[in-house]
Nanobody, 128 residues
């Protein structure tokens, strides 16, 4: 069974840090471009970051540049999102997703329909 699992969400104070992890079963993430999306209550799901399959380049939405770092582990089977200097506006459910083959990843930001497999999400709450 193909499954993506996110973990690492938590309640954190403004200025704090969290590291989210994304793993898979039934297939390997190493062959896919991967994105982290987030969805806050009442808002559309937005792409936060992306890591390219070919060379592990990364892309970030402007609101998280300089604060978030996306990476793969050495096996390329786990993807991380290191989130630093968290702000209340970062509060959302964070999802990991694999890009569909044939979608041009250079045309960032991508949309949710460009991704095929999704996890159930992990909740991040930034509040004092």
């Amino acid at each position: 069974q193909v499954q993506i699992v996110e973990s690492g969400g938590d309640l954190v104070q403004p200025g704090g840090s969290l590291r989210l992890s994304c793993t898979s079963s039934g297939f390997s993430l190493e062959y896919y471009g991967i994105a982290w999306f987030r969805q806050a209550p009442g808002k559309e799901r937005e792409e936060v970051s992306y890591i390219f399959v070919s060379d592990d380049r990364t892309w970030y939405v402007d609101s998280v540049k300089g604060r978030f770092i996306m990476s793969r582990d050495t096996t390329r089977k786990t993807v991380y999102l290191q989130m630093n200097n968290l702000k209340p506006e970062d509060t959302a459910v964070y999802y990991c997703a694999t890009k569909k083959f044939g979608v041009d990843a250079e045309k960032q930001p991508l949309q949710a329909h460009d991704f095929g497999s999704w996890g159930q999400g992990t909740q991040v709450i930034v509040s004092s």
